[in-house]
């Protein structure tokens, strides 16, 4: 039998005193002299900055060509192995280099590099086919080919993991506010399968990379998550409450220390089951996870959990976990897919200055809206439209 479950660990903010602060901020009003003007920052991102050309940088928003399970919006794109999918796409990586990038970042987390690193010399030396393997994802599919024809010498991992806590929000809404999932639901995105039946890649990229496109997935965030929780209510999980519970696990988790998860649920008195059965409460999903697995056990009742909100309820050292009050998980929600597009930001600084040349990140579609508006906000950087290049 399932019930309720809280699962979310995370500390109460201190409480400040703000009097010596509201007394500190009126004296720096009243006596401080005023500042020299300054100029204003370029909104465009086309400045030029400490005597140097910006770098001209592409946001190449895709899809996830092998489908993801965990994503708000999946697309389906079709068969992307095909013979005429593949013309498209060596096309594209053709586009790509004569925009001529010096880097080419991709959506795969920085400590993977070195895996990333090997495969891609194994491409390079005709020992690795990702067609021929049936590796469908966008990185191999698209990244390794216009890392090649680009001479980059390979792609570079730029993503930065965060807690995801949608299905936390969805978890609320059904039982405290079910009006806000139906007002989400009303929100869909346009068919990718309806419009790859008459376009080529290059022009379903194209189109993908859209304002109106990229603001709608944005606007999921933007207008509908940010309201979840307009409610009073707690959210605690008592050490105890996990005694009994049936976790499973799927998918991939790279660099995440799931044995020390798994061995804290045991601790805790947690059943860790191989696969999903009708008696799965929590269901971690990592990468790849496929979709008939998460439907399965959203079926069979079970929780869907990410494996950064189990990693964070296992190294929580006090007995007590308090999670997000409820009234602002939403927030909460937008706050941490914040976090994870300002690492992704903070990653792309590691690599480029001005006077870098140029560069291209491919990334899912989502991501582009927040980390252009980060990129156009710095003069170091130049963002070019994707209909330019491709």
Not at 55 to 81: M, P, W
Not at 94 to 100: E, I, L, Q, R, T
Not at 211 to 234: H, I, K, T
Not at 284 to 289: E, N
Request: hydrophobic content about 40%.
């Amino acid at each position: 039998m399932h019930t309720t479950r809280r699962l979310l660990p995370f500390s109460s903010p201190s409480t400040w005193s703000l009097a010596p602060l509201a007394a500190l901020a009126l004296a720096v009003v009243l006596f401080a002299r005023p500042a020299p003007a300054q100029p204003a920052p370029d909104p465009g991102g086309t400045g030029e900055a400490d005597g140097k050309a910006p770098v001209k940088i592409v946001l190449l928003g895709t899809s996830h060509f092998a489908g993801s399970a965990l994503d708000t919006h999946s697309s389906e794109i079709g068969d992307i192995l095909s013979e005429d999918r593949q013309r498209e796409l060596a096309a594209i990586a053709g586009s790509v280099a004569d925009f001529g990038p010096e880097r080419i970042f991709v959506e795969c987390d920085r400590p993977d590099q070195p895996a990333y690193d090997s495969l891609y010399r194994a491409y390079r030396a005709g020992e690795h086919d990702p067609t021929a393997e049936g590796v469908r994802g966008e990185i191999q599919q698209l990244g390794f080919r216009m890392a090649e024809r680009s001479g980059t010498g390979g792609v570079t991992c730029a993503d930065a993991w965060g807690l995801w806590l949608g299905d936390r929000a969805r978890a609320v809404a059904r039982k405290q506010n079910p009006a806000w999932l139906d007002s989400l639901r009303s929100h869909s995105m346009p068919s990718d399968a309806e419009y790859l039946r008459d376009h080529t890649m290059a022009e379903y990229l194209t189109w993908l990379n859209t304002d109106s496109l990229l603001y709608a997935n944005y606007e999921v965030y933007n207008r509908f998550f940010v309201r979840m929780g307009s409610f009073e209510g707690e959210d605690q999980v008592l050490h105890s409450d996990l005694a009994g519970r049936s976790f499973a696990f799927a998918g991939e988790f790279g660099g995440l220390p799931i044995g020390v998860a798994k061995d804290f649920l045991r601790s805790a008195g947690a059943e860790v089951d191989s696969a999903v059965t009708s008696d799965t409460d929590v269901l971690v999903a990592g990468r790849g996870t496929a979709r008939s697995v998460v439907r399965r056990a959203k079926q069979a009742g079970a929780d869907v959990l990410d494996p950064k909100e189990l990693r964070s309820l296992a190294t929580t050292e006090s007995e007590l976990y308090v999670g997000f009050p409820d009234h602002y998980v939403g927030a909460d929600l937008v706050g941490e897919w914040y976090k994870r597009n300002l690492r992704i930001y903070a990653n792309l600084l590691r690599y480029l200055e001005p006077g870098d040349g140029r560069a291209l990140l491919l990334i899912g579609q989502a991501h582009v809206w927040p980390l252009r508006n980060f990129l156009r906000a710095n003069p170091n950087f130049e963002v070019v439209p994707v209909d330019r290049v491709l």
